[in-house]
């Protein structure tokens, strides 16, 4: 998980990652920093996001991104 706030908090300092649960609905994230996000989750995990998993509510809150991701490696 601490990975993951690294990478999002490179992105967007300022914000609280823990506390947020509605990144996109409130205009934190866009489209663009989604690209970004998921690229970058590439590298740092070596995990690719199926485009079917970006959805917003994964990429609204932390948690169900990291889930994603943990979902993800063990696969």
Known sequence: MEKLLAILEDMKPGVDFKKEKKLIEDGILDSFDIVEIIA????????????????????????????????????
């Open 40 to 75: 970058a989750i590439d590298d740092e995990f070596d995990v690719e996001i199926p485009v079917m998993e970006v959805q917003p509510e994964i990429f609204n809150d932390v948690e169900k991104l990291y889930a994603l991701i943990e979902r993800l490696m063990e696969e």
